[in-house]
Each structure stands twice: as C-alpha cells, then as structure tokens.
C-alpha cells in the first residue's frame, strides 16, 4: 500500500513538472515574441531617426551652403557621395542644393 502511494505522488510530481515546463515554454514563447516585436519596432524609430537627421540636416546646408576650400575637397565630396550619400549630404548638403 505504502509503496502504490510513492509511486502515486511521485507520478503527480512528474506530471506537475511536466506541465510546469510547458507553461515556462509557453511564457519564454510569448516573452520572445514581445521582444521582437519591441526590437522591430526600435529598429523602424532608429531609421526614422536617421532618416529625419538626414533631412535637418540637408535643410541646414541647403540653407547655409558649402564653399569647397579647394578642388581636393570636392573631389573628396564627390566620391563620398558615391560611397555614402547619406553621409555626404550630412557634410557637405545636398548635390543639387
């Protein structure tokens, strides 16, 4: 008798654990899900951050204007604009401006 009871609880407890890590399953499955979602969604703010700063940043020296110093600076703005058009219109404006 004694020896059905252990066997009794024992099962319990291993179904009770059973069920407790499908729940844990369950909850990290929800939890990863959120967090992507979050990331994603910081991934999209960053690029519209980025996006906007490009944009103010255009405005300002369309506004202000460059004056290339020297034919070695232009050379340098013009090949940055073909390697990194964002970064060239931070520095020097927009090519058309």
């Given amino acids: ?7 009794e609880m024992l099962n319990a407890i291993q179904s009770m654990r ?3 890590e499908e729940e ?16 994603d969604e910081l ?3 960053k ?3 980025c996006e906007a700063r490009i944009q103010i940043a255009t ?3 369309t506004l202000e204007g460059y004056e290339f110093q020297s034919n070695e600076e232009l050379s340098a703005a013009a090949k940055l604009w073909c390697s990194d058009r ?3 219109i931070i520095r020097y404006g927009h090519i058309s401006g």
């Fill in 43 to 45: 991934i999209s703010v």
């Fill in 86 to 88: 964002n970064k060239a």
């Fill in 18 to 20: 059973e069920d407790m």
């Fill in 1 to 7: 008798m004694m020896e059905n009871m252990k066997k």
């Fill in 47 to 49: 690029g519209e951050l």
């Fill in 59 to 61: 405005l300002e020296k």
């Fill in 24 to 39: 844990m399953l369950a909850v990290k499955g929800e939890i990863g899900s959120k967090m992507k979602s979050v990331f």
